[in-house]
């Protein structure tokens, strides 16, 4: 069984794939306290549900792509093979996680969007860097900024792991902290081969809005 935050259908806010129709799962539990978390609500509700329960809510929504979120989903084992299964039924599946826990037993077939945590998050020590190895070059690691400083420490990860030769490189703002137009600029000045991106969903819903 694991337990289940929400299931629901939207579309994709992030990622390259941001504006396509897509089912959420997003399951209970997180290991990290990110300062600007706006999922909060998932640390600890929820219900048990068995991995048959989720496939056949999902499929309700005749969508091909399916998003495994959180909370952080890898805080629950069973997550693996609930990503496994819906790839099994032709699902195009993707996982949004936070970076802390291995990633390497995810099924090759999931795209995975991780994050690397910035220093403004106050997580930074959690970033487990061995997970780099274990990207694919249709993976997708995401910055999320909110400050100068966090802007300089990605740039400087990123030649450190040469991550641009390894797969797409994400930037995102933390929302009503920083400027999009600063980042973009620092992206330009700099020259950087990376994605910058908004949270799609923050501007055509309520910023606080859930299940969106
Ligand atoms: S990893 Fe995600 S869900 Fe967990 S605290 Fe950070 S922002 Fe919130």
Redesign the pocket.
């Known amino acids: 069984m694991i337990k289940v935050n929400e299931i629901y259908f939207s579309i994709q806010g992030e990622s390259s794939k941001a504006g396509l129709p897509c089912v959420f799962v997003r399951l209970t539990y997180?290991n990290?306290?990110?300062s600007y978390?706006d999922?909060e609500y998932?640390f600890f509700e929820g219900k048990y549900l068995s991995i048959e329960e989720i496939v056949s809510e999902v499929k309700k929504y005749n969508c091909q792509l399916v998003e495994i979120t959180?909370?952080?989903p890898l805080v629950q084992n069973e997550s693996l093979l609930l990503m496994k299964s819906l790839a099994d039924d032709g699902f195009e599946v993707m996982i949004e996680t936070?970076g802390s826990l291995p990633i390497k037993e995810i099924d090759p077939r999931v795209m995975i969007i991780m994050d690397l945590k910035c220093p403004s998050s106050g997580?930074l020590k959690k970033n487990l860097y061995e997970n780099i190895d274990c990207l694919k070059p249709t993976d997708e690691v995401k910055f999320v900024l909110g400050s100068k400083e966090d802007y300089d420490w990605a740039k400087q990860t990123i030649g450190n792991y040469r991550l641009t030769e390894k797969t797409a490189v994400l930037f995102s703002v933390v929302f009503g902290k920083l400027e999009p137009v600063k980042v973009v600029n620092w992206i330009l000045e700099d020259n950087l081969s990376v994605r910058f991106q908004l949270q799609m969903h923050k501007f055509i819903w309520e910023p606080a809005a859930k299940g969106v």
Request: aromatic share 0%.
């Open positions: 997180c990290l306290r990110c978390c999922t998932a959180g909370g952080e936070g997580m």
